[in-house]
C-alpha cells in the first residue's frame, strides 16, 4: 500500500532500540504489528488501542474534557483547546511521556499547560461570542475534524466561515463540494465562503437548505458577520494559511470594538 509505505518510511532511519508511538485509529498504520523487531504502541480514541480516551467532553469556555486510559490508569484532565482530535494528540503525548519516566502529576500538568499558538484552533472569548480562530492550515480532513467539534459545541447559534482548502490538485472540487455536504450537516445557523473554491461549498451547502453567503472580498465577509452574529453566538474561522482570513477576523474585532464605544 502506497499509503502505509509513505507513513512508515521513516522507520528505517531510528535508533537501535527506539520505541514507536503509532495512531491506532488510522486504518494504515493500526496493521503494522511489528517494527524492526519491536512492538509498537498505540494511541487513539478507540478503547482498543493501549492509550485511549473516554467521557470526552467540549465545554464552555473552549477546552475538552477527558479520561485519558492505559492500564489501569485513567488520568481526568481538561484539555485547553477543542476538538476530539486534540484529545488524541494528548494521548500520543502521554505515550510518550510514560516512555520518558514522567509521573501520572507531570502527564497531567503537562497536558493541561499545553497552549495554542497563532490561528490554530484559537478560541477567542469575548462578553459576547466566541471565535474559534483556525485559520492557520486547512485540509479535507481537519476540516471535517473541526466541524464535527463545532456541531457539538455550546452556543446559542452557530456560524461558520470557511474559505479555500489549497493545493488539493484534481481533489479540489470533489473536496469542496463534500466539505459542503458536512457544512449542512453541521448545525450551521448561516455559512460564510470565501475563495473560488469555497464557491462550490456555498452551493452544495445551500441546496441542503443552509443559509449561505458567499463574499468576494474581505470586507464583505466581515459584514456578513458583523450584520448577524449576537451575543452568545459562535464563529468557527477555517481555511488554508494562504487564503489569509485573518484579515477578516482584523476588520470585524475593529468595527465591533467601535460599535461597543
Known amino acids: 500500500n502506497g499509503v502505509l509505505k509513505a507513513k512508515t518510511e521513516m522507520f528505517k532511519f531510528a535508533s537501535e532500540g527506539a520505541e514507536f508511538v503509532l495512531n491506532g485509529d488510522d486504518d494504515k498504520l493500526s ?9 509498537p504502541i498505540f494511541f487513539g480514541l478507540d478503547s482498543k ?11 464552555a469556555d473552549g477546552g475538552v474534557l477527558a479520561d485519558l486510559c492505559f492500564g489501569n490508569t485513567k488520568l481526568s484532565v481538561k484539555i485547553p483547546a477543542i476538538g476530539s482530535y486534540m ?4 494521548l500520543a503525548a502521554v505515550a510518550v511521556g510514560k516512555l520518558c519516566g514522567l509521573s501520572n502529576d507531570e502527564l497531567i500538568k503537562g497536558v493541561e499547560s499545553y497552549k495554542t499558538v497563532g490561528s490554530r484552533a484559537n478560541v477567542i472569548n469575548t462578553k459576547d461570542y466566541k471565535i474559534i480562530d483556525d485559520c492557520y492550515n486547512a485540509n479535507p480532513d481537519s476540516m471535517k475534524a473541526a466541524l464535527a467539534m463545532f456541531k457539538d459545541f455550546p452556543c446559542k447559534r452557530r456560524f461558520a466561515l470557511l474559505g ?5 490538485g484534481e481533489l479540489s472540487r470533489e473536496a469542496h463540494e463534500e466539505l459542503g455536504r458536512l457544512a449542512a450537516e453541521s448545525g450551521l445557523y448561516c455559512l460564510i ?9 456555498a452551493v452544495v451547502a445551500a441546496a441542503k437548505g443552509v443559509e449561505t453567503l458567499h463574499a468576494e472580498n474581505y470586507r464583505e465577509a466581515a ?4 450584520d448577524r452574529v449576537q451575543p452568545g453566538d459562535a464563529v468557527l474561522v477555517k481555511a488554508s494559511h494562504g487564503m489569509a482570513l485573518e484579515k477578516v477576523l482584523d ?8 460599535a461597543e464605544v
Not at 49 to 59: K, L, P, S, T
Not at 193 to 201: C, D, I, P, V
Not at 223 to 226: G, S
Not at 251 to 258: G, P, S, T
Open 164 to 168: 479555500d482548502m489549497l493545493e488539493l
Open 31 to 39: 496493521t503494522v504489528t511489528e517494527v524492526n523487531g519491536k512492538k
Open 87 to 90: 484529545v488524541s494528540n494528548a
Open 193 to 201: 465562503t470565501y475563495g473560488e473554491q469555497a464557491k462550490r461549498t
Open 223 to 226: 459584514d456578513a458577520l458583523l
Open 49 to 59: 488501542n493501549e492509550y485511549y480516551a473516554e467521557n470526552i467532553q467540549n465545554n
Open 251 to 258: 476588520i470585524f474585532y475593529e468595527e465591533h470594538k467601535e
